[in-house]
């Protein structure tokens, strides 16, 4: 019997819906045979034509109906209909495939979740810290105004003047508001000891620019603005919990600050006090915002407050200092301001730290490494598993589904898993973020408050699209690369002819290898650069000191002589003490040093024409204060009584100072005259150099800043406020009591409360490079492992895949040297490969590193010499152990193996 | 009855057929039982397309028997009536008996006796 005809048959399958094919076509050729048998062939043809000649139209109609509404169970079939049935199919069957390989599933997941988590903390730290740092409605449009005055080298930014800011208010075609702050400290004493608040004056616009709502009461707004006794304050939640117990009762109450009554308004939410604080305030928190009175402003406070204005839409920071420097110009004319001083604008932004943004930024391109190596490692286990997997898919085709059917099955999965990692991952993130919260105390104040930003979530999640989808090329590269149907015949053996097919393998490797080289490079510099930093000398000896600043309230000391006792009283109480070995008094201390800006004459030499602004360190101390820290004095003597009584004629400078203005001449017993850039009604005399001191780090142990350092006696400026410096033997810490003591055996109300550690102190403004050093090597020991392991996979996957081969060679009379050569030697190619690569990609890019080293070149050859001879060892090692297990294969085992 | 269950005309024949041919109705009895009572071709295509839009209104469902035991035996697609399917021909065949209630249509269509 003669078959139906072909090109109708053929005709009609291509028309038939696919899933009735078969079934129309085995129902055409039964009734064909029977009429064949019947009829004869040439009527059972005819039948056959006149039927397909007849399905076509009602077929094709069908499949058209299928494509556009779907094969679906409803009346009014939809396109999603039909995605979401193949969806739950295609997840229904990723599920199945993860359960068949648990372990790869959960590699691969807790892999990545890594990535992504750091991804995600690097995301939220960059976004909150610097990319949007304020986070009101006007937030892009906020800026901060300063007077400047530039001296050699930098710009100085101090607050603007009053007369400045009431310009800058007629002129409102710039601004829509501008806020004024100024930050003090008040005595409240109604605690279990005397207090002193840190409280922020401010006018009523920066309530509104901060968008404040207050949790209880209300804030103040212009009407509590009147020129009187009544002193309205709000009370920051934290201060509000901590002291008053979250009690509400204590709104619309009256509390003594500075001896004055203050009415309590309201409560300032956590989140509005922590605005300010991290925005405009250098994260100190505030325990107290009080409203700053118009009677204020006339008695001379509130003459340099901070201001903050938010410019009209439209306006740019551009824009804004070009209308400032007009105005500051006709400020200038009419003799309000001094000629030298200009006028600009800032955003919030700037005010982060270069180490800051430079450490975030780095963070941020590392985790993006760390990610990039795990994916690459991901991508291998994948290439794995899809050339194991390459049966699987034939078979699948065979049963009709196309190559694209099968590379959405593969995206499913891909983004199954990132899904699930990036979940993880985000959980990962929430939890590090509240540990990284540690860092705050560290002295880190930036990352305060930071938390899970949903941004980020939306960045991980954008991730999550670009890994998925990443994966699902590199999983279909063995399907499109041949035909699927190809793959069904070899399975196995096809892999396992030579190295050819690892090439894409191999190049990972190599990738890997050069990012963790990358990564640990990068943090191997920085490493270097904290050790480094540890050995500094400070000028003095921290050990066992300690200090206390203390504030002396005008109420109960009348004039300066009553202070002066005090301090006096105070350290030859504290001297008698057995567990003190000396008491000095100081202005402050390092490394908390105040800077001065000012310019220098010395006598017997010309002033310079443009004498130039210096920025130097001032400290005002007494005679003690040198033995006490620990600092040596080289030349001349240290302060005595006979300094003090003849008043402002004596002064102490260190070498530095000394070898620059007396370069190769004695600096002691020569004159010099001091004068201050910013206050220029400040009446100096000439001054006696007594004695020249060691350099003392003013700031931090990482910087140079006030290298130029002055000392002056402690009785030459009224000290309103003096900090108390005390070196003891044994434990610092138990010093702190026997200290609080003795000032409130002399003043009960005075508060004691921030009593410093001068080792901890230091310690503190290495913060930012402990953060840095623990985050990178955190990260580059993660991209180290990660390497390791993907090494270590490539090179056995390529042991057992080569088992036959490796028997046949030494069934033939291979050596195990050979054996060992030839399967490490791929490896360690492309090691050496990704070592030579990192090498070239280091030397491009660790000098962005260069701002946060300290004393370490970004070519450092000490730091690339390791971490290069690190990872080489590590690579050998990955090598070496799957190597070894192929030369101990039995060529009698390895024939039998499929 | 919701607007989506009025029967097309040859929806209607080929469920009909369904419930004639009961266990044994597939590709080919079916096309075959149409063509047979209602003297006109019928194509399978036609047959096919429309028990698949049957089977989306879910008024018909199938399953595919084994492979008949001869050589090269192909499995066939047995088609049956789900209950909504039977219920959805009960209204048609009741509403169609209401139409024509007081109706003469012995002449045939298109001549009906005033």
């Known amino acids: ?898 | 009855m919701s607007k989506g269950r009025y029967l097309a005309e040859f929806e209607l024949y080929v469920m009909l057929a369904l419930a004639r041919l009961e266990d044994s109705a597939y590709g080919v009895t079916i096309r075959q039982e149409i063509e047979g009572r209602a003297g006109r071709p019928v194509s399978i295509g036609a047959v096919y397309a429309t028990l698949g839009r049957l089977g989306d209104k879910g008024l018909v469902d199938f399953r595919t028997s084994d492979p008949l035991p001869v050589k090269g035996g192909r499995s066939r697609k047995y088609f049956r009536l789900t209950v909504d399917g039977q219920d959805a021909l009960h209204q048609s065949m009741a509403m169609l008996e209401r139409m024509k209630q007081g109706l003469e249509l012995d002449a045939g269509p298109g001549r009906v006796r005033k």
């Open chain 1, 1 to 898: 019997m003669t078959g139906p005809p072909r090109f109708a048959s053929w005709l009609l399958s291509r028309v038939l819906d696919p899933s009735d094919r078969r079934y129309v076509l085995s129902d055409l050729v039964e009734e064909y045979s029977e009429i064949f048998l019947a009829r004869g062939r040439r009527v059972a043809r005819r039948w056959y034509r006149a039927q397909v000649f007849r399905s076509l139209l009602p077929s094709l109609r069908r499949r058209l109906a299928i494509a556009r509404n779907g094969r679906n169970r409803s009346v009014r079939p939809t396109k999603r209909g039909m995605l979401m049935d193949t969806l739950t199919q295609d997840i229904r069957f990723a599920l199945r495939s993860f359960k068949r390989s648990p372990s790869f599933t959960v590699i691969v997941v807790i892999t990545l979740a890594l990535g992504m988590g750091a991804n995600t903390i690097a995301f939220s730290l960059v976004n909150s810290v610097l990319l949007n740092p304020v986070t009101l409605s006007g937030g892009d449009r906020i800026v901060q105004l300063w007077r400047d005055l530039e001296v050699p080298g930098h710009m100085v930014s101090t607050t603007p003047t009053r007369a400045m800011i009431d310009e800058w208010r007629r002129h409102d075609r710039v601004f829509e508001v501008i806020g004024e702050y100024e930050e003090a400290e008040l005595l409240y004493i109604g605690g279990d000891e005397p207090l002193g608040l840190s409280c922020t004056y401010m006018s009523p616009e920066m309530l509104a620019l901060l968008e404040v709502r207050p949790s209880v009461g209300r804030t103040f707004t212009a009407e509590d603005r009147v020129d009187g006794e009544d002193r309205v304050v709000l009370l920051t939640e934290a201060f509000w919990r901590r002291q008053f117990g979250a009690d509400p009762g204590i709104v619309g109450q009256t509390i003594v600050l500075d001896s004055l009554p203050h009415f309590v308004l309201g409560v300032v939410p956590l989140d509005s006090a922590d605005l300010f604080e991290r925005v405009f305030s250098g994260d100190e928190p505030q325990d107290l915002w009080a409203l700053m009175q118009t009677g204020d402003v006339a008695h001379g406070f509130g003459d340099n407050p901070f201001a903050v204005g938010v410019l009209r839409p439209g306006l740019d920071l551009d824009a804004a200092n070009e209308e400032l420097k007009r105005i500051q110009s006709g400020l200038i004319e009419s003799g309000i301001v001094e000629e030298d001083w200009t006028a600009s604008a800032s955003t919030p932004q700037e005010l982060v730290s270069q180490e800051m943004r430079t450490g975030l930024w780095v963070l941020f391109a590392t985790v993006a490494f760390v990610l990039l190596i795990a994916c690459a490692n991901i991508a291998n286990m994948l290439l794995a598993r899809s050339v194991v997997r390459a049966r699987e898919f034939a078979v699948r085709a065979a049963l009709g589904a196309g190559w694209l059917r099968v590379a959405r099955q593969l995206l499913t999965e891909s983004l199954m898993l990132a899904v699930t990692s990036a979940t993880i991952g985000s959980l990962v993130a929430l939890w590090s973020l509240q540990a990284l919260g540690g860092f705050y105390e560290g002295g880190l104040a930036r990352l305060r408050g930071v938390e899970l930003d949903p941004l980020a979530v939306f960045y991980t999640f954008g991730l999550v699209i670009l890994v998925g989808l990443a994966f699902t090329a590199v999983a279909t590269l063995p399907i499109r690369s041949g035909n699927l149907a190809q793959c069904a015949t070899q399975g196995r053996d096809q892999v396992s002819i030579g190295g050819r097919r690892f090439l894409p393998r191999q190049a990972l490797i190599s990738f890997e290898v050069a990012l963790a080289l990358l990564l640990f490079l990068g943090a191997g510099l920085v490493v270097n650069s904290y050790l480094r930093l540890q050995l500094v000398n400070t000028g003095l000896d921290p050990d066992g000191l300690i200090s206390v600043q203390l504030t002396l309230p005008e109420e109960s000391y009348a004039d300066e002589a009553a202070r002066l006792a005090f301090f006096d009283d105070v350290s030859s109480r504290m001297r008698q003490l057995s567990a003190v070995e000396s008491v000095a008094v100081g202005r402050g201390v390092p490394p908390r040093l105040s800077a001065l800006f000012g310019t220098v004459q010395v006598e017997g030499r010309e002033a310079p024409e443009d004498n130039p602004a210096l920025v130097m360190t001032g400290n005002y101390v007494t005679p003690g204060y040198f033995s006490t820290i620990g600092t040596a004095v080289f030349d001349g003597r240290t302060f005595a009584e006979e300094d003090s009584v003849s008043g402002k004629t004596s002064v102490v400078v260190n070498e530095s100072f000394a070898r620059k203005f007396f370069p190769g001449e004695e600096a002691v017993g020569r004159r010099i005259m001091l004068e201050s850039a910013i206050a220029s009604s400040s009446t100096e005399s000439w001054r006696t150099i007594v004695g020249v001191a060691d350099d003392v780090k003013a700031f931090s142990l990482s910087d140079d800043q006030g290298r130029l350092q002055l000392y002056f006696p402690f009785e030459d400026r009224d000290p309103t406020y003096g900090v108390l410096i005390v070196r003891g033997v044994g434990d610092p810490s138990a010093l702190i009591p026997l200290l609080k003591e003795q000032v409130w055996a002399i003043d009960p109300t005075l508060p004691v409360e921030r009593v410093d550690d001068v080792r901890q102190l230091y310690a503190g403004t290495l913060a930012q490079q402990r953060f840095n050093v623990m985050l990178l090597t955190g990260f580059a020991l993660l991209a180290l492992v990660l390497a390791l392991v993907g090494v270590y996979g490539v090179i056995s996957l390529m042991v057992s895949r080569r088992t036959r081969e490796i028997g046949v060679r030494v069934a033939l009379g291979a050596e195990r040297s050979d054996i060992l050569r030839m399967v490490a030697g791929s490896g360690l190619r492309s090691i050496s490969i990704g070592l030579i690569a990192g090498l070239g990609l280091a030397l491009g890019l660790t000098r962005y590193l260069e701002s946060l080293l300290f004393e370490v070149e970004p070519t450092d050859p000490l730091t690339y010499g390791a971490a290069v001879l690190l990872m080489a060892i590590v690579g050998v090692v990955a090598c070496y152990l799957p190597s070894r297990r192929a030369t101990t294969i039995d060529p009698m085992e390895a024939l039998r193996h499929d």
